[in-house]
Every structure is written in structure tokens, then in C-alpha cells.
């Protein structure tokens, strides 16, 4: 057995095709092939079930696979800990963040983290919740900044803030004539919402009890998944919609007149960076959590647990 061997069980796997599989680790497919098949002889097991298209792994080539890939990342990790050792923070890093956060978040922090760390390259992706998880999950990404609890048993959250909501209304709402809000004084039909598949989607119905009430918002159906689009419609159409903090903190004078908060306990979302349980670049994720900490404001990170409902 060895490490070669490992390599290929993961990338078939991944791929369910002995010839794409092949193709990724640039060597022939009869090489592939006959390595997984003298590492079946030697497990004496069948660790794919050849006879389905696409190839599927049995129940116990599963757990071989999820081995597998626990060892080619503690073999990685070694690599790591000596560059750690040395005192080196350089590497590449990709990153995935959800797009109700990137355009906020990432002017905060990315500049400077790029300036102190010269000889790290951070490759970064907008990606929506599910795509980020599963990136992750098939460590395609080092790590990803969203919005949790996830409850994944194969990630690790590192909580980093929590992003309270403010309801932005266009100046003719009622609501505005309110200092504080309930979620029950937002008119369910006047509410812009962003399109399914965005995580801040799911907390603004769950905040304002929508998913009985979603039916009934059919006149337009608009898909989006921009909160500045969210603002335009908001100015330009009248109605209502949820910004995060960090939204609100790019607005201008005029537009903070038709912010109103909701009151306490504040909703909130919790922002965490997330990795996967087995993550080998310790150095450099640590570094980007200092480094983004830094730079959030001060009552974000020191918000307590008895002064906010987080909204799942």
C-alpha cells in the first residue's frame, strides 16, 4: 500500500469514472487501474463496484476511501508543521464566502492581509452555502466564511461575529413611523426578498414567519442575489427588505433615515470561518482569523448571547 495508491481511490471516487479519474492524476488508465486492483488484492476487498456506471464505491470501500483521505491530509499535514516550525506563513489559501458578506467583508481585511503576508496567495470564490459545505466536504476549498450553526459533523466553525438585521424601507412605509420594529410589522407583501439557495433567504423567513405566508407574494417574482439590488428595488419601487450590519454600514445619511432596528432581543446572524474537520493549513487559516478579527468593529465580536436571537 502506499500513498499513490490512496490518490487514486479518492479521485475515482470523486470523479465515478476510472478514465476522468485517470486523466486527473495524469497517468493512464491501465495504470490506474491495476494500482487500485493490487490494493484490493492486498485489503482483500472490493473497494469499487465496477458493474454500475457510474462506478460506485462499496460499503466498505466507503470507509476505506474516508480513511484514505484522512491520511493523505495528515500526510500533507506534516508538511505544515515543519513550515510552522520556521515561523513561515506562505502557501496559497482558497477561500469560499457567501455573497451577502464578500462585498462587505472582504474590502475589510484583504488588502492587509495580502500586505503582511506577501508569500501567500489567496484565491477566493462567492459561492452559496451548499456549494461552499461541499467544497469542503471534498476539500476542494481550505476554508469558507458563512453564516452558522451548520451542524455538520465533518466541519469545524470557528465563530468570528455576529451580524445583526435592520429592516431599510423605502420612505412612504408605514413602519418607518415606528423607532423600533417586531417582525409581525413587516407587510409580508411588500418584502424583497433574495432568490432561494442564499442562507440570508432562510433567516429573513424564518424572521418574519414566512414559510406559510410565501405563497401568497406572486404578483412579481424577481430572482436576485444581491442586497444592493435588494436597496435599488427597495428606493425605486417602494416596499421593504433585511440588510445585515455590515450592509448598513456602506450606507450614506439619506439612506440610514429609512433604517429602523427591531427590538430587543435584535436578530441576528452568526459568521463563522469554517473548515473541514481534518484541515491542514493551520498556519495560514489562523493568520486569516487574526487578521479579519482585526479588522471588524469592536461590539460585532462582543455581542452577548442574552442580548441577540440568532436566526436560523
Known sequence: MNLQQLEYIVAVDQHRHFQLAAQHCYITQATLSMMIKKLEEELEIKIFDRSKQPVVPTEVGKQVIEQAKVVLQQTKRLIEIVKEEQGEV?????????????????????????????????????????????KLENQHLDAGILATPLQRSTLIEQPLFYEQFFAYASSDEKLLQKKYLLPKDIDVNRLWLLEEGHCLRSQ????????KKEQELNQLELETGSIEMLKKLVEANQGVTILPELAMQELNARQKNNVRLFKQPAPVREISLVIYRHYIKKTLIDALKEEILHNIPADMKDKKKKDIVDIQ
Do not use: W
Open 90 to 134: 506562505k502557501g496559497e489559501l482558497s477561500l469560499g464566502i457567501i455573497p451577502t458578506l464578500a462585498p462587505y467583508l472582504l474590502p475589510r481585511f484583504m488588502r492587509s492581509f495580502l500586505k503582511k503576508y506577501p508569500q501567500v496567495k489567496l484565491k477566493i470564490s462567492e459561492l452559496n452555502t451548499g456549494e461552499i459545505i461541499q
Open 204 to 211: 429573513v423567513v424564518n424572521l418574519c414567519e414566512l414559510k
